[in-house]
């Protein structure tokens, strides 16, 4: 099974109680970011220069557990900045496996070799290790020397200890795909659970010409999808067809929601119009028609997985043909 099995079980019986319940807007995931700080100042990020009055805080350990509570979503994604920067993150990861919740902690993976001398595998963990290249592409991107060997060594240390460990990927305007074959390829090699591709998304705050307009989007995604028929991918096969032109798919914004330092971010992980003090008073005071593509023109040339993935997750139960082959591409 591509997927953690309790995962699939776990997530697909929240989906079906929200469905007999006729529960119209429900998270799968949780976006937490105890912190912005992070050891890296990445050319294509948009937290450090968004947050950048306010990135030296932190949210309590009381905050982080409060924000898993009063969010039902089964899946806690831990990221920021650099998770591994917040002071209180072992107690954190420990505190939200307690409640049963599976978490995706991302990581640029500089902190992860040490890190793991202090965490123990666990069936609902996985490390997402933040990978865009090559060494040479990887370094140039993160903007510092040796952070690709850093992060690979990372990447080998964890599986050896028996960590579950997936990649995400950021598909630029200047990413070589043939390079990210190598890339795949060689991350395959290494015993990496899955892998995650998405194109990066064109943050105001970022003033470089780094980002694919919605036709090179697709364009490059033709290519990731044939990939993927070859590698490990958990990157779902309706939103690799969605990126490359063949489905039409509106956004969710309400599918991720994220919880930082300043409140519950509102609309969604990418644009910040509000924060609110509680989970429920951003679902409440959202005005969600407002956005999406066609609706808001920051949304124009958005396809990112945070938003269209839990579209996926509603638009598969509306045609057999895309239960077939999600099932298919899942237990192979």
Known sequence: MRFPWRLNYDLTKYIISNKLNNVEKYPLVLMLEPTHLCNLACSGCGRIREYADTIQSMMSLEECLRSVDECPAPIVTITGGEPFLYPHIFELIDGVLKRGKHIQFCTNGLLLSASLDKMQ???????????????????????????????????????RLGFRVCTNTTIFKNTDMVEMEMLFSHLTELGVDGLLAAPGFDYEDV??????????????????????????????????????????????????????????????????????????????????????????????????????????????????????????????
């Open 207 to 332: 003033g470089e010409d780094l980002f694919l307009q919605r036709r090179e989007i697709e364009k490059r995604f033709a290519q990731v999808y044939e990939m993927s028929k070859r590698f490990r991918f958990w990157s779902t096969p309706m939103y690799l067809r969605f990126l490359k032109g063949e489905k039409q798919l509106q956004c969710t914004p309400w599918g991720n929601p994220t919880r930082n330092t300043q409140g519950w971010k509102a609309p969604c992980y990418l644009i910040t119009d509000a924060h609110y003090p509680t989970f429920r008073e951003m679902m409440a005071n959202t005005d969600w028609n407002r956005y999406g593509v066609g609706r808001d023109e920051r949304c124009a040339q958005c396809m990112m997985h945070c938003g269209f993935e839990p579209t996926v997750v509603n638009e598969i139960a509306k045609s057999w043909k895309d239960i077939w082959e999600m099932a298919i591409w899942n237990l192979t």
């Open 121 to 159: 595998p666990h069936p609902n963990f996985t490390l997402n290790v933040h990978m865009d290249g090559m060494e040479e592409t990887h370094d140039r991107i993160l903007e510092r020397k040796g952070t690709f060997k850093i992060a690979i060594e990372g990447i080998k240390k964890a599986k």
